[in-house]
């Protein structure tokens, strides 16, 4: 499954520059960027987005309605950036570390729904949906089911199964 990301390698260099993720991530010493190098950069930024920013902000909004936002291009950008200084035990930047901790702070109160992404509007309602039951205590067997007419909300998603109230022959 491909992780969704809200930047690109050349969004990492503008935080850092061209030269500074080349000086993180060069093994070789070369001054240049092979393959396998890039690839970490790019594996840095899919990284930073998965385990960062998709866990605090995807419960609350649909990943195509991120894909522009420009907030989350840089916050994953940032981010990204400090997953490349990680690489080698290197030491982190000042400046690149209290952002991050600025931004690891906004995405948990996102994520609480203390704060909404800038200019993004939720994707999810928040609204509680409610269910009016009718339980049949008398028979073990039979499923609690849903009054449709008294209850306000959507159909359950996914395996959650909604039984219909109906009347019972042998009690009528």
Not at 1 to 8: E, L, P
Not at 147 to 155: H, K, L, M, V
């Amino acid at each position: 499954m491909a992780v969704t990301t809200y930047c690109s390698n050349s969004d990492v260099e503008d935080v850092m520059s061209t030269h500074g993720v080349t000086a993180y991530i060069d093994d070789d010493e070369s001054g240049s960027r092979s393959g396998a190098e890039t690839a970490y950069l790019t594996s840095a930024v899919e990284r930073a987005a998965a385990m960062w920013v998709n866990p605090r902000v995807l419960m609350r909004y649909k990943a195509s309605d991120l894909s522009g936002n420009g907030y989350l291009k840089w916050a994953n950008a940032v981010i990204g950036a400090l997953e490349v200084c990680r690489r080698r035990n290197n030491p982190i930047p000042i400046s690149l570390a209290s952002d991050a901790e600025r931004i690891e702070l906004q995405l948990q109160q996102i994520q609480r729904g203390q704060l909404n992404v800038p200019e993004q509007a939720e994707s999810f309602e928040q609204i509680p949906v409610v269910t009016n039951y009718d339980v049949e205590r008398w028979h073990q067997a039979t499923p609690t089911r849903v009054q449709i007419e008294e209850s306000t909300g959507s159909s359950p998603e996914g395996n959650r199964k909604r039984y219909l109230a109906r009347p019972i022959p042998w009690l009528n």
